[in-house]
């Protein structure tokens, strides 16, 4: 028996496609700030907090980082129905991949934030600079080239993770795919598609994270 | 909708030992994969370099669910009966060989060039200089980051549940349909991956750490 490939029904859901991929981008463009506004002061209150926030911290991280995305997705999406909130599938999606993108944030940030040398915060506190003032003007502008990397990978690994989320009936591209197959039979063809749109994305960020870090860090500054 | 009994915990419990075992068949066929591209990146041939190098970016630039449903449903066109545990099984060895590869292949490069020239120079032909002389060394620097990758290999099995593999969170998935105590459920399910990975995550810093002092020494 051969196959037959027959891309015709897919192409017709071609507009889909496109919502579902824009949906994707939405969500992890979403969740990649939302996580670095929670990472940036939990890692430096991972650094420098009181012992029981370090602690909690510290705990969270570990749970998120040593437990699988899917789980978390149940835990969240179903707990948050338990407690009463009701969230349409792309809301509860965007939390749980927030919970989990940021305690990988938190980490980045962390390792940007100990990575600049400590002479940095000793010269600070010899101009007379407090605290705040040398993390905000001091070690964070060089803590975000160190971050720059890593951050961005962390962007490309949210949006193929993201998916996961197609199994709370989510409106993102996996959802939309799995759709696409059940309604059309054309399981391997729908998922070839968007294998090839995953990837496209991955390249073309890729190659725009390559721009941006070489327009922010590596154009010469006049002296 | 009914009570947590015994019954469920046995299921879950099976769920586990399903979920370790799509693990073990993925170790061994990523190891397998992985071992080949690693060689093939190191080659002094282009061409396999470029394989190795395409290989790594297609499966890494890729969604490991979309992996696992091309595979699952590819198999199913080309009239092999695999089923869910081996086509879920292959699907994350595929995907375990792009990372192991890369992982090896540049423990591989960190061994120094020095190496296997004064092995060609001393007459042992490609064989005996990668396995005598650059693995033996390559592994030392190998060891955490493949430790660390195990963690997401574990992880990763859930993602087999995606086409009907009765894994751990699968499992825990049909309780709660039946039952509706996501937190006792999932979070339980939670900490039991927890306690696979969180030893696998110390081990591999500390080893990082010790090979880290090594190097500054």
Partial sequence: MTYEFYFGDIWKARWLLLDGTLTTLRLSALCMVLSLALAVPAAVARIAGPGWLRGTIYAYVEYVRNTPFLVQIFLVYFGLGMAGIRLNPNGAALIAMTANGA?????????????????????????????????????????????YWPLASQFILIMLASSAVSVIATTELSSITYDISTQTFRAFEAYLVTTGIYFALSVAFSAVFSLIFWALFMRRRPA | MRALNFGDVVFLAKGALWTLALFFVSL?????????????????????????????????????????????????LLGFEFGALLSAGLALSINAGAFLGEIWASSIDSVGKGQ??????????????????????????????????????????????????????????MINNATFQPFVIFGGVSLLYFAICWPLSLLSSRLEARLAKAYTR
Avoid: C, N
């Fill in chain 1, 103 to 147: 305690a990988y944030t938190i980490e980045i940030v962390r390792a940007g934030i100990v990575g600049v040398d400590r002479g940095q915060w000793e010269a600070g506190r010899v101009l007379g600079l407090s605290p705040v003032q040398i993390y905000s003007s001091i070690v964070l502008p060089q803590a975000l080239k160190i971050i």
């Fill in chain 2, 28 to 76: 061994v066929g990523g190891s397998v994969i992985g071992i080949a591209l690693a060689l093939m990146r190191t080659s002094p041939w282009r061409p396999l370099r470029w394989f190795a190098l395409g290989y790594f970016r297609l499966i890494q630039g890729t969604p490991v669910l979309m992996q696992i449903f091309l595979i699952y449903f590819g198999t199913a």
């Fill in chain 2, 116 to 173: 296997s020239e004064a092995a060609r120079v001393l007459g042992l032909r490609y064989g005996t200089t990668m396995w005598h002389i650059v693995i033996p060394q390559a592994m030392r620097v190998a060891t955490p980051p493949t430790v660390g990758f195990l963690v997401q290999l574990v992880k990763g099995t859930a993602m087999a549940s995606f086409v009907g593999f009765v894994e751990l969170t699968r499992a825990s998935q």
